[in-house]
Each structure stands twice: as C-alpha cells, then as structure tokens.
C-alpha cells in the first residue's frame, strides 16, 4: 500500500507563514506529479500548488506569488511553503501524489488525511 503523511498546520495570524509537508512511503516505484489542493468549509476542494516530477510547478492565482511548492524525489516528499497567509486561506490541505506502484505499469492516485490550516484575522 501507498501511505501520504501530511505535517505543519496549525493557527496562525494573517500575514504569518506555516510550511506543510508530506512524505509518501509503502509501496512506491514511482511518483509523478505531486500537489497540495484545500478544502475550505463549505467550498469544494480545489488545487493550490502542483510539481512534476522534473520540478515543474503550476499554481492557482489565489495563491501565486505567496505559495511555494517543492518536492525532494529521493525522499518522496513534497512541501508547501505558505507566506502572507490571508483568512481565506483557511481550510484543511491534502497532499497528493500520483503513484506508480512495483510490478505495474500505470499509475495510481492518491491523498493524505488533511492538515488543518487556520489563518486569523
């Protein structure tokens, strides 16, 4: 089995930063792209920040300019550097990462358990 890990929320005033990460571990050959996506309550889950396996990142306008994903393959871990945090902000954040597990060819998709992060006005 594949397993995501998520650490490093908490509260925080707006304008503060928190950093989350992940580690994936199990059965791992591979991973693709990773990403962080949040849920806050009430809204649909959406996706803050991805990166490719070769460092590409992308990420939503809501958070451009004050997110940073990055990932350590040799690792399996992907971070999420979060500065001028903003009350909208809130939400729980889950890590993804899309998985090519040994033995097979195709790849897989899968989640953490969700951090919670809370930015304070």
């Known amino acids: 089995q594949v397993q995501l890990v998520e650490s490093g929320g908490g509260l925080v005033q707006a304008g503060g930063s928190l950093r989350l990460s992940c580690t994936a571990s199990?059965?791992?050959?591979?991973?693709?792209?990773m990403a962080w996506h949040r849920q806050a309550p009430g809204k649909q889950r959406e996706l803050a920040a991805t990166v490719t396996r070769d460092g590409s990142t992308n990420y939503a306008d809501s958070v451009k300019g004050r997110f940073t994903i990055s990932r350590d393959n040799a690792k399996n871990t992907v971070s999420l550097q979060m500065n001028s945090l903003k009350p909208e902000d809130t939400a729980v954040y889950y890590c993804y990462a899309r998985v090519r597990r040994p033995g097979t060819t195709w790849y897989k998709d899968y989640w953490g358990q969700g951090t919670q992060v809370t930015v304070s006005s």
């Open positions: 199990g059965s791992i050959s591979s991973i693709n792209s």
